[in-house]
């Protein structure tokens, strides 16, 4: 091959090589055009801006904080997904940052956003509430503690009326044995939720319906117990009087063993619709169970 061709080659291949390298940006360049992108809520910017300066300076002195970033402005974005893997991979990279609490607040937010979109997902509270409680647990001085308290209860309210969603559907249909398993499980896992201060009083009607005295006397000692402050629990206590007394064994207990004795009774399986104390419920389906 003639040398002029080969020489010719040669150039065309650096050429070449030099067309496929793109242009390095200034580290202070691409971290001022993300904050003033971010500072201006143009958020899809700030992310292109922030991962530019990750892809060619990884080891800038920004870097660890362009990946909060990232995270924060899918976040604010309200792309719920994304910002949930990006505080996910912040978190797996960075488990001693300072900033941790902050981020386990905001998957525990970001779930609870994406559960806001569907009154069927319950898993977006279960997982909310897991980043909820391991802040507290983990950081229990930390600002964003207080915080996490007050989601942990709106969250455990949230999964406590599903639960009684659920009941007050088998209520509706008549099937008691559902309903009642559905009693037990919310009594056991939220007991001191708004809803299963609702669930024990329709309960008490519908076992005072069936002439179920034990039933009906146990639902509402346990509401009384449970819930003196509120409305419902007083009326417990009203109704009840002083022939009962709510000191001594905890009536919850007792409540929920009633239940799972009388749901072995093959005539206690079908409930009749006329003694439902729960309004009717909209739509063709149940709640998801």
């Known amino acids: 091959m003639p040398r002029r061709l080969i020489g010719a080659l040669a150039v065309a ?3 070449l090589g030099c067309a496929g ?5 200034p580290p202070e360049k691409l971290w001022g055009e993300a904050e003033d992108a971010f500072n201006i809520e143009a958020y899809e910017l700030a992310v292109d801006r922030y991962k530019k300066l990750l892809d060619q300076h990884p080891f800038d002195q920004h870097a660890e904080e362009a990946e909060l970033k990232i995270a924060l402005s899918y976040y604010k974005a309200q792309r719920w997904a994304e910002a949930i893997a990006a505080f996910g991979d912040f978190e797996r990279m960075h488990p001693t940052s300072t900033e941790l609490a902050a981020v386990e607040y905001h998957l525990g937010m970001a779930y609870l956003a994406q559960a806001s979109t569907s009154d069927r997902d319950q898993q977006s509270h279960a997982n909310a509430l897991t980043y909820f409680r391991n802040l507290t647990d983990r950081f229990p001085l930390s600002p964003w503690a207080e915080k996490a308290r007050l989601r942990v209860r709106e969250c455990r309210e949230a999964l406590a009326k599903h639960e009684a969603d659920v009941a007050a559907y088998y209520l509706k249909i008549g099937n008691l044995k559902a309903a009642e398993a559905r009693l037990q499980g919310l009594l056991t896992d939220y007991p001191e939720t708004d809803a299963a201060a609702q669930c024990l009083y329709a309960f008490a009607q519908v076992y005072a319906a069936r002439n179920e005295a034990e039933g009906a006397t146990l639902a509402l000692a346990t509401l009384a117990r449970h819930h003196p402050d509120g409305p419902l629990g007083r009326e417990a206590r009203e109704r ?20 799972v004795h009388m749901r072995t009774e093959a005539d206690r399986q079908k409930l009749p619709n006329t003694v439902s104390a729960y309004p009717d419920i909209t739509g063709a389906t149940p709640p998801t169970p």
């Open 13 to 15: 291949l650096v050429a």
């Open 21 to 25: 390298k793109k242009p390095v940006i």
């Open 240 to 259: 009840l009087g002083a022939a009962v007394s709510l000191d001594g064994d905890d009536p919850m207990n007792l409540l929920i063993a009633h239940i």
